[in-house]
């Protein structure tokens, strides 16, 4: 499979937070995986590819800008980056939450395309990747307020340095 630039690559040992250097006359340091830090790693790779596999829209589209929308990409001062990744069904929308700070923000409020369910389907401070487990209990509604251009939001708990995933339900 051709890889397009930003495609979705990892080098070995990457898929459980090896930390030192691959050599080719080594094992990859497997032993690692008896640390819960190691275990988080591995948990959120394996758990990263069920996803690019039953979601569409993590693929299509990627070398078109059809399939990739910012939602904020402006918001300096909390250090949030904000997108959607758009495939041809509706339900395939994802909004994509980074928050690279250190602080907790809670009902931190971001603008979707869609009224309805939005379900959280990855938050990187789950406990089974070792984070401390602030999240959005599975999902919510869209409220009918405006945000950052978009007829529709959702105010989430944004976990500090933490990525989260929802995805448009209907």
């Not at 691959?22 to 995986?33: A, V």
């Not at 379900?119 to 999902?139: C, F, M, P, R």
Request: aromatic residues 12%; glycine residues 10%; negative net charge.
């Amino acid at each position: 499979m051709w890889a397009w630039p930003g495609k979705k690559t990892l080098f070995m040992g990457c898929d459980f937070g090896q930390s030192a250097e691959w050599q080719h006359d080594k094992s990859l340091d497997w032993h690692l995986l008896q640390y819960p830090d190691h275990q988080g790693v591995h948990a959120l790779v394996r758990d990263l590819n069920k996803l690019y596999q039953s979601i569409t829209s993590l693929v299509e589209g990627d070398t078109q800008a059809s399939g990739f929308e910012w939602i904020n990409c402006s918001d300096a001062d909390s250090s949030v980056l904000s997108f959607l990744r758009k495939g041809s069904l509706q339900t395939d929308t994802i909004a994509v939450i980074g928050n690279y700070t250190p602080v907790l923000r809670d009902h931190y409020r971001i603008g979707v395309p869609h009224a309805g369910y939005w379900q959280e389907i990855l938050n990187t401070d789950s406990t089974v990747y070792g984070g401390l487990g602030h999240g959005n209990k599975g999902g919510m509604m869209a409220e009918a307020i405006e945000c950052a251009g978009r007829p529709y939001s959702i105010a989430v708990e944004l976990p500090a340095q933490a990525m989260l995933w929802f995805r448009y339900q209907g």
